[in-house]
């Protein structure tokens, strides 16, 4: 029989074991084998697996995992949202996934190295995916953030930059002007 408690330890603080005890005989009559196995470390163990597992739940990152055919294993309430927000393909793949998931899934499995910058934009908004092969399983996590902001931002660069260099060509073309005008002498 196995059995837990708590025991208090000379230091005053209680630790938890499991404990098992197994009939003996011997030559007096019966005797028994008690085990001890402390316990303390293992539920370290778990509670940190659980912290761990909340990690995931409450990330304001999208998380997917895949199968080896690129279908949707397991997604975190980000990815649900995202899903609610831009639905599925014809292929019943989440749109919001690059169009060639399931050739990406594939290289990343048999490659078994992450693949990374893959932009997805979806009605105004672009994400970037970072694929990663699940160590030991026949599956690819998936990560998604939300960088429509820093798009936008490099677009609104661009835009400068452009607006900017067309600004200098016509100041070249009024200096370059201006300049012709100041060395031509003017006839009378």
Same mark, same amino acid.
């Given at each position: 029989?196995?059995?837990?408690? &708590?025991? &208090?330890?000379?230091?005053?603080?209680?630790?938890?074991?499991?404990?098992?005890?197994?009939?003996?005989?011997?030559?007096?009559?019966?005797?028994?084998?008690? =085990?001890?196995?402390?316990?303390?470390?293992?539920?370290?163990?778990?509670?940190?697996? &659980?912290?761990?597992?909340?990690?995931?739940?409450?990330?304001?990152?999208? +998380?997917?995992?895949?199968?080896?055919?690129?279908?949707?294993?397991?997604?975190?309430?980000?990815?649900?949202?995202?899903?609610? /927000?831009?639905?599925?393909?014809?292929? =019943?793949?989440?749109?919001?996934?690059?169009?060639?998931?399931?050739?990406? /899934?594939?290289?990343?499995?048999?490659?078994?190295?992450?693949? #990374?910058?893959?932009?997805?934009?979806?009605?105004?908004?672009?994400?970037?995916?970072?694929?990663?092969?699940?160590?030991?399983?026949?599956?690819?996590?998936?990560? #998604?953030?939300?960088?429509?902001?820093?798009? &936008? =931002?490099? +677009?609104?660069?661009?835009?400068?930059?452009?607006?900017?260099?067309?600004?200098?060509?016509?100041?070249?073309?009024?200096?370059? $002007? $201006? $300049?012709?005008?100041?060395? /031509?002498?003017? =006839?009378?």
């Amino acid at each position: 029989t196995q059995a837990q408690m &708590r025991v &208090r330890c000379r230091d005053q603080s209680f630790r938890p074991i499991e404990y098992g005890c197994v009939p003996y005989p011997s030559e007096r009559g019966r005797g028994a084998i008690l =085990a001890f196995h402390d316990l303390t470390r293992q539920l370290e163990l778990e509670k940190d697996l &659980r912290r761990l597992a909340a990690i995931a739940e409450t990330s304001p990152i999208a +998380i997917v995992e895949l199968n080896e055919d690129a279908n949707l294993v397991h997604a975190n309430p980000a990815m649900m949202s995202l899903l609610q /927000t831009f639905g599925f393909t014809s292929e =019943a793949r989440p749109a919001i996934l690059p169009s060639n998931i399931e050739k990406l /899934t594939v290289q990343c499995r048999e490659t078994h190295a992450e693949i #990374g910058g893959l932009e997805v934009g979806l009605k105004g908004n672009t994400y970037e995916w970072k694929l990663v092969p699940v160590s030991g399983e026949r599956l690819v996590r998936g990560y #998604g953030i939300d960088v429509t902001a820093r798009k &936008r =931002a490099e +677009i609104d660069l661009l835009r400068a930059k452009e607006k900017a260099g067309a600004a200098a060509a016509d100041q070249v073309v009024f200096l370059v $002007t $201006t $300049t012709q005008a100041i060395h /031509t002498p003017q =006839a009378s």
